[in-house]
């Protein structure tokens, strides 16, 4: 069977290097892939298509007879690639556009889960600057604050506030300086949650779903949680803070009436579903949901998953999930992530990357590209995030390790990299 994978970052060349392992698959296509993707080889190929352009990669799903398409990344789910795929009876994984509100309007999910029950953040929904800074000058109003802006937003829509200048200063920029334009027309402020960060990620036919293992993020670019939020520079998995009890909560309180809630309100969801937690003294609270895996997770949880993926992926599609087996190895995986000096701010690309050769014969590790490019022959940067270095180990701490080991065997000019992932867990 051939696949089509779509997204450009280290969690779709996971997505590929783990469909490509399936004796089943005779071909993958990433649309548009990286550096790594392309020097796969053998049945993976890119695509120079990009996620967005949705009716090019229907177009090249039907040219190919594409069996199977997976959606790694969410703008081409807000922009309704499933319903698109679908209603062209082709399988995609993926929830439709009605149900990838879920991550695409923080007002639609916030609402949601004040109709279910769901714990959450208490909050507030403001559509102008006079509302917003009424209620910032209050008097009960209590700091720190989060305020987000309710549209998508690459992961840059959230501040933390901590007095009623810096809260009037980011209302000022989302309302009057319109710096996210209309994914700010409708801005949240809500709670500030204590505890700590877990995501849980659910692959769901609908109705039956299955548990990838749990996994912490490290959002912050700085060691000990400091500086600016990026895309995540590094995780690991399994994250010891959910224990089975707080599994059993997270399932009951949050998956189940997520799954059952959606679905009674006529737009079932499919395909991953990303629940990012607070969990404070074993109570979990949703921090967000996404409607696709995270990054740099998934460079931990698809490697620690026994059971074949393509066949999980197959019954979530058909609505068979709930036959289906989904076991995981019991090891531990860490995921570094290298990027390019300055990220998350200004940073420069085209710098040749250089891999030692001995890294090939190096044991349970995973190099996963994001931002690489192949200029002719030489492999180079291209992005913030540059590679996800995953190792696995028979423990937590080894796993760090051997990712550190392999670490050091890649070079370019202004690499930067965490020194500190996995070490909250230890
Ligand atoms: P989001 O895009 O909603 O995941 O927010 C990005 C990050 O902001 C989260 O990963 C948290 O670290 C932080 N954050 C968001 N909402 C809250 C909240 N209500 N309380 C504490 N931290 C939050
Ligand atoms: N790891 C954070 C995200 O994928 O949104």
């Known amino acids: 069977m051939k696949i089509l994978i779509i997204g450009s970052g280290a969690r779709e060349h996971a997505l590929c290097w783990s469909v490509a392992r399936s004796e089943r698959v005779t071909e993958v296509f990433v649309a548009p892939g990286n550096g790594g993707t392309a020097l796969m080889g053998g049945k993976v190929h890119n695509v120079p298509l990009k996620a967005t352009a949705l009716h090019d990669l229907l177009q090249f799903a039907k040219d190919k007879e594409i069996d199977l398409t997976v959606v790694g990344s969410e703008q081409p789910l807000e922009l309704g690639i499933v319903d ?3 209603a062209a009876q082709k399988l995609i994984v993926g929830p439709t556009k009605a149900a990838a509100r879920l991550e695409a309007s923080k007002l639609f999910s916030k609402e949601f889960m004040d109709r279910h029950g769901i714990p959450t953040a208490g909050y507030h929904v403001f559509r102008d600057a006079q509302g917003a800074n009424s209620f910032i000058g209050q008097q009960e109003t209590l700091y720190p604050l989060v305020i987000k802006a309710s549209g998508l937003c690459a992961g840059k829509g959230v ?3 901590s007095d009623k200048g810096e809260a009037q ?5 989302l309302f009057e300086d319109r710096i996210f334009g209309d994914a700010a027309n409708e801005v949240v402020i809500e709670e500030f949650l204590q505890g700590q960060e877990a995501s849980v990620f659910v692959l769901t036919d609908g109705l039956r779903y299955r548990l990838f293992l749990p ?12 500086g600016k939020n990026t895309g995540g520079m590094g995780a690991y998995a399994p994250a010891s803070l959910v224990t089975p009890e707080v599994m059993q909560k997270v399932e009951e309180r949050i998956i189940l009436p997520t799954l059952q809630g959606m679905s009674e309100e006529g737009y079932p969801y499919t395909g991953f579903l990303y629940v990012g937690l607070m969990i404070n003294q074993g109570e979990p609270f949703v921090v967000e949901y996404n409607a696709r895996l995270g990054d740099p997770e998934t460079q931990v949880v698809l490697p620690l998953l026994k059971s074949d993926f393509v066949a999980a992926l197959l019954a979530s599609v058909d609505g068979t999930l709930g036959d289906h087996p989904f076991e995981m190895h019991r ?15 200004h940073y420069e690309t085209g710098k040749q990357i ?30 913030g995030r540059v590679f996800s270095v995953t ?3 028979e423990t937590l701490v080894e796993s760090i390790e051997r990712a550190y080991r392999v670490v050091e065997k890649i070079s370019f000019d202004g690499a930067y990299y965490r020194k500190d992932i996995g070490k909250k867990a230890l």
């Open 169 to 173: 200063k980011v209302i000022r920029e």
């Open 391 to 393: 190792a696995l180990g």
């Open 331 to 345: 090891k531990s995986a860490t995921t570094v992530v290298m990027a390019s000096g300055g990220y998350p701010d």
């Open 354 to 383: 250089t891999i030692a050769e001995d890294l090939a014969a190096m044991e349970d590790c995973l190099l996963f590209h994001a931002g690489t490019a192949c200029d002719g022959d030489q492999l180079v940067t291209a992005g």
């Open 84 to 86: 698109l795929f679908r």
């Open 215 to 226: 996994a912490q993020d490290h959002k912050r670019i700085g060691d000990g949680d400091t």
């Open 159 to 161: 501040f933390i506030v």
